[in-house]
């Protein structure tokens, strides 16, 4: 059991949404909670990798810059410097 104080604004409109819904506070608030609670344990469960792969891979351009970099750069010296 806890108690929960809040805000007379946030208190209103608990209230009214109460209301509006035909339930109660209490049912508004521990629906709320279970919500918030599932979502970070989504979070808490990802990878690294999960939480940022919609940004790996965008990269446009050369897709084998790592394992050619020194042709890559003996190409560039000798361009340079071939005069």
């Known amino acids: 059991m806890i108690s929960l104080r809040l805000p007379l604004e946030l208190e209103q409109e608990l209230t009214t949404i109460a209301r509006l819904e035909a339930t109660t506070k209490t ?12 979502k ?29 970099y020194k042709n890559r750069l003996d190409d560039v010296l000798h361009a340079k410097y071939s005069h």
């Open 27 to 38: 049912h508004i608030v521990r629906q709320a909670i279970v919500e918030f609670v599932d």
């Open 40 to 68: 970070l344990k989504k979070q808490r469960g990802k990878s690294a990798y999960s939480l940022g792969e919609d940004l790996f891979g965008v990269y446009d351009g050369d897709v084998d810059l790592s394992s050619d």
